[in-house]
C-alpha cells in the first residue's frame, strides 16, 4: 500500500489516465459551448465574448490541469467537483489517497 | 475650401460616414473569418487559434480606427489600402485632404 506522498508505477498509470480523460472532457465541452456560442454570434460583440469566453477557459484549464505529483490530489478533488472525472477512475489509487481526495471535495462542498 | 487642418460641418458629416462604414466592412469580414474559423476547428488547438485570431483582429481594429480629426486623413489612407474604404465615400472632403490621403496610401504603397 502506497502512502500519500508517494506514488507506485501502476498508481502513475492510474492518475495519468484519470489526468488525460479528465482533459479530454474538459475540451470537449469548451469545444461544445464555443461551437455553440460561435454559431450563435451575430453581433461583433458576440464574437469579442466569445474570445474572452475562450481566453478565461484556456486559462482555467491551464491552471486546474497541473500534474505534478504534489497537487495531484487536490487536482483530482477538483476535477471531480467539476464533472470532468469520475471517482471510479481513481479506484488503482491508494485507500488512503482517495480519502484524501474524498477530504478536499468535501472541503471544496462545505464552501 | 477648408484646409487640411480645419474641418467643415459637412466634413465632418462625409468622415464619420466613410469611418463608420468602413468599420461595419472590417467588422463584418472578421466575423466571416471567425465563423468559418469556429467552423472549421476540430482540435481544441483549431479552438485556440480562433482565440488569438480574434484577439488580434480585436486589437488591430482598435488601434486603427482612431477618429481623431489630427489622425483621421492617415486613418483614411490605411482603410483605403486595407480594402475597408472605398475612396469615392470622401469625395465630400477637400482637394487638399483628398490630395494628403492620396500621398499616404502612395507612401505605404512605396514600402
Redesign the interface.
Known amino acids: 500500500m502506497e502512502s500519500r506522498e508517494s506514488w507506485s508505477g501502476s498508481e502513475k498509470q492510474t492518475a495519468r489516465r484519470a489526468f488525460d480523460a479528465a482533459l479530454e472532457v474538459a ?1 470537449a465541452r ?2 461544445a459551448e ?2 455553440s456560442k ?2 450563435a ?1 451575430t453581433l ?1 460583440a458576440d ?2 465574448e ?2 474572452d469566453y ?2 478565461e477557459r ?1 486559462r482555467e484549464i491551464d491552471r486546474t490541469f497541473d500534474y505534478r505529483y504534489s497537487q495531484l490530489l487536490f487536482v483530482f478533488a477538483q476535477l471531480i467537483r467539476a464533472g470532468y472525472l469520475d471517482e471510479s477512475m481513481l479506484a488503482g489509487l491508494s485507500q488512503d489517497k482517495r480519502d484524501a481526495i474524498r477530504r478536499d471535495i468535501a472541503f471544496f462542498e462545505s464552501r
Open positions: 475540451l469548451t469545444m464555443f461551437k460561435a454559431n454570434a461583433p464574437m469579442w466569445v474570445e475562450l481566453r484556456r
